[in-house]
């Protein structure tokens, strides 16, 4: 190798062992750093890594450095993400369903290395395990990677799609028929990654759960106009569709006991107006009715009324009479 390339692959390597292996609490004396870049096959003296030391520092990472014992010791401090952002990111991955247990392990393993090895043990070392409804398709990741592309290149995918029977096992829709869609997004909700799509059939769109889907490929054939212009509205579309699911889309003036503002905007989002009346609130908020709307409703039954407009008013009497029979 050229005097040039190893200098270059020093720095690389060295580089590498101040941000896996330090932090301020734990710097590597000078001793430390030739001995282990040594332990590599990578010739280090005292002087030499003073000088490397400044190149590094001259190059924008900030190699900063204080006593251990009686020589200088050297950190990396300045990383790309803090310990709470990475603790929030383990969090996320630990808690999402459709991240196999496989797949969790392996992510943790990835993101706690960003803060370096003590980070690491420290962050892995204060995880919390509460998810135990993992999913067990480990093509999800492999399905992302295509639907991702297609969604780039504005084409169609191919794929099956399966229910679970009471056995756990595969049972295939349209009798193992394949599905060719022109998907729009890529939609994480309520724990489970969806792929949404334009369906000309129902001139609408439709979702469908990524970990569910086997054998995804990209079809060589564009997505229609349609498509592409349900994706310029996307956000207020999944803002609906995700929240209530399906149904006629309509304003309800709901008005519900105090405790209750915290699920408003939890459903509805922090940005949801409300007004006072009395001990009670008042907001008007989108939804879709449907069934999913009824039953989040009535688990505030005495909490919570519609008052209005008078056709969900009339089906809330209409539904609360079916509850009381």
Not at 112 to 136: Q, W, Y
Not at 163 to 170: I, Q, S
Not at 211 to 232: G, N, Y
């Amino acid at each position: 190798m050229a005097q040039e390339n190893w200098q270059k692959y020093k720095l690389l390597k060295l580089l590498e062992l101040l941000r896996q292996e330090t932090d301020e609490q734990n710097p590597l004396s000078t001793s430390q750093i030739c001995n282990k870049l040594g332990d590599m096959g990578i010739s280090c003296e005292r002087r030499t890594l003073t000088k490397d030391i400044a190149v590094l520092n001259e190059l924008g990472y900030e190699v900063m450095w204080n006593w251990v014992g009686k020589e200088k010791g050297y950190y990396i401090e300045d990383r790309s993400f803090s310990v709470p952002e990475l603790k929030i990111l383990i969090d996320a991955i630990q808690a999402a369903s459709f991240v196999t247990e496989k797949k969790t392990a392996e992510l943790i393993d990835k993101i706690a290395a960003l803060g370096g090895s003590h980070k690491a043990d420290i962050l892995k070392s204060n995880m919390v395990c509460f998810n135990t409804r993992k999913h067990s398709n480990e093509s999800i990741y492999y399905n992302v990677g295509f639907l991702e592309d297609a969604i780039q290149q504005q084409k169609k995918v191919i794929f099956y799609y399966y229910d679970l029977n009471e056995n756990g096992e595969k049972v295939y829709r349209r009798e193992h028929h394949h599905y060719v869609v022109e998907p729009i997004a890529l939609v994480f909700n309520d724990d489970n990654y969806y792929l949404m799509v334009y369906s000309a059939k129902h001139d609408g769109t439709a979702n469908y759960r990524v970990d569910r889907m086997d054998h995804v490929e990209i079809v060589d054939e564009a997505i229609s106009e349609k498509a592409l212009t349900l994706r310029e509205g996307i956000d207020s579309y999944t803002e609906q569709a995700f929240k209530m699911y399906g149904g006629q889309q309509v304003d309800v003036v709901l008005e519900f006991d105090d405790k209750l503002i915290g699920v408003v905007y939890d459903k509805f989002g922090e940005d949801t107006k409300m007004i006072r009346a009395g001990d009670k609130c008042i907001a008007t908020v989108k939804v879709q009715i449907s069934p999913v709307f009824w039953g989040w409703l009535f688990q505030f039954a005495g909490q919570m009324k519609v008052l209005s407009p008078d056709t969900v008013i009339a089906d809330y009497k209409e539904h609360a009479a079916m509850l009381e029979e």
